[in-house]
C-alpha cells in the first residue's frame, strides 16, 4: 500500500512539545492535523493527546523525537502497544542518528520555523511527503489466545459438569477462530491445550497485525480471547518511502544470497536473504527498495554476480583491501538483527562502504544548496565521478535562471509601518505567551481534577474496604460455626459408618454365595481375623471389626506372643480362637487361665469373602467342645503332679535324721 497516500486519504498528526518535559511534570504539546489540504492547530496535554489520537486515529504520529513522547524505551514500547492498530509513529529526522528537524524541512522545501507549532506542522507535512522512519516495536506476527474465562472451581453444579462446560466452551470458541482465519485466508499455527471436556487454552500464532485479523479481544463469562502482537527485540527504524532514496548495497553471492540495503545516514533500511532467486530476482528486489549509489562485497577482487548486479545499476563499486574476518563482520552489525550469516555478510559489507563514504557523504551534502536532491547530486559524484560544483551548476541550471533574476529587496519602509510591524510582533508574542498561560491554567485544572477524582476514588476504596472487613468478620464467624458443625457431623458419621460396617458384614454373612452350604445358612459364624499375634494388630482389628465377647478370632500367625499380648487377647474374651502355626508357651498359659479355647485353624472349615471369614456352627462348637476335653485332662494331669510334689515335700521335710530310732 502507498504510505502516500494512505496519509493523505487519512490524516497525520504532527507533534512538538510545547512546554515541560515527558520525563518531568504535565509536558504539553504542540499538534497539527493535516489531511493534504487542511490543517488544524491547537496545543494540549500529554492525556489529551493520548485521547485525540485514540479517538481519530491518524494514519500517522509524527515527531523530530519520539523521547519527546516517551521518556525512556520502555514507555515507547507502551505507547506503541497502545497505539490504534492502523496508526504509525514516525520519526521525520531519522533513525538511531537524527539530523536537525530544520535541516530535513529545507532539504524537502517543507516551511519550517522554530516555534514548536511550526515543527509539529514541518513533521506533520514531512511525514505526509513519505519522509521518515517509522518506529516499531512489535512484528506483523500477532498471538491470539482463546481461554478459560473463569476459574475450573465450584461454580454451582458439580464441580465436574462446571469444568466440562467451561472446557467445551473453550473448545467451540477455539473452533469458530479457527475457521473465521480460514475463510480470511490467513496464516497460521495453532497450539491446542487438551484437558477435561474439550480445552482449557488454544494459542494461534498469525502471520497478520490485529488490524487485519477477522477477530477481536473478547471476555464474556466462560470463555475469553486475547489478542496480542509479537515483540521485537528491541527498537526498529524503518523508512516510510522503499524506492525514494539513493541507497548503498551490499550482496553476499552463493547457494543462498544475501542483500542488505543501507541508506545514506548509515541506517540498515532492509536485510533478506534468498536460496531459489537469480539474479533478476535480485535485482528487482532491490529496485523496490532504493536506488543504488554502491555495491559492496565483503571480499576482494569483487565476484561476479556481485559486479553483474553494480553493473546494472550504473553504481560504483566497493571491496575491502582484504577479505573481512568473521569478527569485525560481527562487531559491525552487532546493533542490527539478521536471521543468518549470509544476511550478516551482506550488511557488513554495506556499513563498511558507507564508512569509507561517510565523509565524502558530509562534504558534499555541504556543498548541496536547500533545493537539490542530496541522493541526485551524491550519486553523481560518487557512481559518476563528477565533482560537486559541476553536477550543481548542471542542476541548478536545469532550473531555469527565473529565480536568480528575482530581487529579495523591498522599498523602504515608511516610520508607521516599521512601528505596525513592531506592535503586531508585539502583539503575536503576547498572544502566545497567553496561550501558554491558558494551556498552564488548562493543565493544572485537570491536575485538579485528577487528584480530586483520585481522592474521590481512594475514598470509595477506604469505605470499600470497611465493609469488605466487616463482611470478612462475618464470614469468618459463620466459618467457625460451620466447621464445629462440621466436626460434630464427621464424629458421627464415624459412628454411623462403624455401625454400617458392622451391618455390612452381618449383611455378607446372610447373602454368601457358597454353593456347598447354601441351604445352610443359618449354620454359618462370622470369624474376625488377626493378622498377626501382636498388640498393634489385635488394636487394628478391634478398631476395623470390633472385638466383642464370644467371637470368633483367627490368628494368622500366632507366633511370638507374649504375656501383655495373650492378656489383651484375653480381655476380649473370645469364644474360641483359631490359630496358623505354633503358640509360645507363656501366650498358652495365659489363654488356658483365662479359659480361651484355643484349637489349629485346619480343624475348622474357613471360607473368606472380601475381607471377612466365615466358619460353619457345628465345627466351631465341636473344636470348643474338645478343647474343653482336653482343659480337663490337662488339669486333672496339673492337679496329679502338684499332689505328688506336696507328698514329695512332705516326706523330705519329715524323714528322721540318719542313727536316730524310730518311733513304735
Not at 568 to 584: K, T
Amino acid at each position: 500500500m502507498n504510505t502516500r497516500a494512505s496519509a493523505l486519504d487519512a490524516v497525520v498528526f504532527g507533534v512538538d512539545i510545547q512546554s515541560g518535559d515527558v520525563r518531568g511534570d504535565a509536558p504539553s504539546y504542540a499538534v497539527v492535523a493535516f489531511d493534504g489540504e487542511q490543517i488544524d492547530r491547537d496545543v494540549v496535554s500529554f492525556r489529551k493527546l493520548r485521547r485525540l489520537i485514540d479517538r481519530e486515529e491518524p494514519a500517522i504520529v509524527a515527531t523530530d523525537n519520539t523521547y519527546e513522547l516517551a521518556a525512556d524505551k520502555d514507555a515507547l514500547v507502551r505507547l506503541l502497544r497502545e497505539l490504534p492498530a492502523g496508526t504509525k509513529l514516525v520519526q521525520v529526522t531519522g533513525a538511531q542518528r537524527p539530523e536537525p528537524l530544520s535541516r530535513v524541512a529545507s532539504r524537502h522545501g517543507v516551511p519550517y520555523g522554530k516555534k514548536p507549532m511550526k515543527e509539529a506542522e514541518a513533521a506533520a507535512r514531512l511525514a505526509a511527503a513519505n519522509v521518515g522512519q517509522e518506529v516499531r516495536a512489535f512484528s506483523d506476527t500477532t498471538t491470539v489466545k482463546v481461554a478459560r474465562g473463569r476459574s475450573t472451581g465450584n461454580g454451582g453444579w458439580s464441580e465436574d459438569r462446571y469444568t466440562r462446560r467451561i472446557h467445551g466452551a473453550v473448545k467451540t470458541t477455539a473452533r469458530d477462530v479457527e475457521s473465521d482465519l480460514r475463510d480470511a485466508g490467513l496464516d497460521f499455527e495453532v497450539d491446542r491445550t487438551e484437558k477435561y471436556g474439550g480445552l482449557s487454552r488454544a494459542v494461534f500464532t498469525v502471520e497478520s497485525r490485529p488490524d487485519e485479523l477477522p477477530v477481536s479481544r473478547m471476555r464474556s463469562g466462560d470463555v475469553r480471547i486475547e489478542i496480542e502482537r509479537e515483540r521485537r527485540d528491541g527498537i526498529e527504524y524503518q523508512p516510510l518511502a522503499k524506492r525514494r532514496d539513493h541507497v548503498l548495497v551490499g550482496i553476499d553471492p552463493g547457494t543462498t544470497t544475501g542483500i542488505a540495503i543501507v541508506g545514506l545516514g548509515g541506517t540498515v533500511l532492509d536485510v533478506s536473504s534468498t536460496r531459489t532467486g537469480d539474479t533478476a530476482d535480485v535485482i528487482e528486489w532491490i529496485i523496490e527498495r532504493g536506488r543504488p549509489i554502491v555495491v559492496a562485497a565483503d571480499v576482494t577482487p569483487i565476484p561476479e554476480t556481485v559486479e553483474k548486479i553494480r553493473r546494472s545499476f550504473d553504481a560504483a563499486a566497493w571491496t575491502p583491501e582484504r577479505d573481512l574476518p568473521i569478527d569485525r563482520k560481527q562487531h559491525r552489525t552487532r546493533e542490527n538483527s539478521y536471521d543468518n550469516d549470509h544476511e550478516r555478510d551482506a550488511m557488513a559489507a554495506a556499513l563498511f562502504a558507507f564508512d569509507d563514504h561517510e565523509d565524502q557523504f558530509e562534504r558534499i551534502a555541504q556543498k548541496i544548496p536547500a533545493r537539490l536532491d542530496r541522493g541526485a547530486v551524491t550519486a553523481r559524484v560518487v557512481a559518476g565521478e563528477e565533482s560537486v560544483e559541476t553536477v550543481v551548476a548542471d542542476l541548478t541550471d536545469d532550473e531555469g535562471s527565473s529565480d536568480t533574476d528575482t530581487t529579495d529587496e523591498s522599498p523602504e519602509r515608511s516610520p508607521e509601518e516599521k512601528e505596525i510591524k513592531r506592535l503586531n510582533e508585539r502583539i503575536e508574542r503576547l498572544e502566545s505567551h497567553i496561550e501558554t498561560l491558558e494551556e498552564t491554567i488548562d493543565s493544572k485544572d485537570e491536575r485538579i481534577a485528577e487528584y480530586e477524582r483520585e481522592l474521590s476514588d481512594a475514598r470509595r476504596a477506604e469505605r470499600r474496604k470497611a465493609r469488605k472487613n466487616e463482611a470478612v468478620t462475618r464470614l469468618e464467624r459463620k466459618t467457625e460455626q460451620h466447621q464445629q458443625t462440621i466436626e460434630r457431623q464427621s464424629e458421627e458419621i464415624d459412628t454411623l459408618d462403624s455401625k454400617l460396617e458392622r451391618l455390612k458384614e452381618l449383611w455378607k454373612i446372610d447373602h454368601s454365595n457358597f454353593a456347598d452350604v447354601s441351604e445352610e445358612k443359618q449354620g454359618l459364624v462370622p470369624v474376625k481375623t488377626v493378622d498377626q499375634f501382636t498388640m498393634r494388630a489385635i488394636e487394628r482389628a478391634d478398631e476395623q471389626y470390633g472385638l466383642i465377647p464370644d467371637d470368633v478370632i483367627l490368628l494368622r500367625d500366632a507366633s511370638g506372643a507374649g504375656k501383655s499380648t495373650a492378656q489383651r487377647l484375653a480381655d476380649c474374651e473370645p469364644r474360641l480362637v483359631l490359630r496358623q502355626g505354633g503358640l509360645s508357651d507363656v501366650a498358652d498359659e495365659v489363654l488356658f487361665d483365662h479359659d480361651i479355647p484355643i484349637a489349629p485353624a485346619e480343624v475348622v472349615t474357613i471360607q473368606e469373602i472380601d475381607e471377612l471369614a466365615v466358619a460353619r456352627e457345628r465345627e466351631i462348637s465341636a473344636a470348643v467342645d474338645e478343647w474343653h476335653e482336653r482343659a480337663r485332662d490337662r488339669r486333672r494331669s496339673q492337679k496329679s503332679e502338684l499332689v505328688d510334689k506336696l507328698i514329695s515335700e512332705h516326706r523330705a521335710n519329715h524323714e528322721p535324721e540318719r542313727g536316730e530310732p524310730t518311733s513304735g
